[in-house]
């Protein structure tokens, strides 16, 4: 089998998928009417909800990259026992249905929960809260952030640490002067994909924190009460919201020279 005709087998294989993913996508935004995105957009309710949305997946992406930056530099470059086992605590919660981690979650921050019942009296609760949106978020969605940290630190080359210590840099300014600009797109992206997984969020969600309602479980609501019609311009209305700014933000944040 020749160069052109494996170009040719892998184009048709990756088109079909492409097919698959952008057929649903395609299919909802053309049987939605603009007169019925109009009104969604100007319902209130999902106002408030794509706003809670967008917001509290924001605020779950700043709170784990706090620490799971470190966490991936430590991952890239340091060898310590337990790292392998470190490794798949942080890819766990891809694996695990997001259903399962809501009841894990709600074990640990519902009201009989540890943290939850040693923040109550601080009025810091997780059950039915922008806490508790916020934390499903956040546990569901780090290991994009990590990973993706991860890799980009390791793509760093070491000698470049090396050189700053040698020339009079502390750890803090070799990591922060030099590692962190080389490898900014990487976690950058990381972080993006958090933010936008967080977005989509709903299994772990709805267990924990069914209100305030976020949008996939508004979606879902409306959906089970009212049909299809009811929940596809809602539907809509977030894939365009999403797209427009995970692509503006790609664009802004991570330009490329060439495609």
Sequence with gaps: MNRRTLTVLFSVAGGLLLLFVLLPLAATLISTSPAELGEALGDPEVGNSLALTLTASAIATVLVMVTGIPLAYLLARRRFPGRRLVESLI??????????????????LGSRGVVGRTLAPLGITFVDSVAGVVAAMAFVSLPYLVNLSREAFALVDVELEQAALVDGATAWQSFRLVVLPIAWRGVVSGMLMMWARGISEFGAVIILAYHPKIVPVLIFERFQGFGLASA?????????????????????LLPRSSE
């Design 91 to 108: 890819d766990l919660p891809i694996v695990i249905p997001h259903t399962a981690a809501g009841i894990a979650l709600l074990m640990v």
């Design 232 to 252: 596809q311009p809602v539907a809509v209305l977030l894939i365009l919201v999403v797209l427009a700014v995970f692509l503006l933000l790609r664009m802004v």
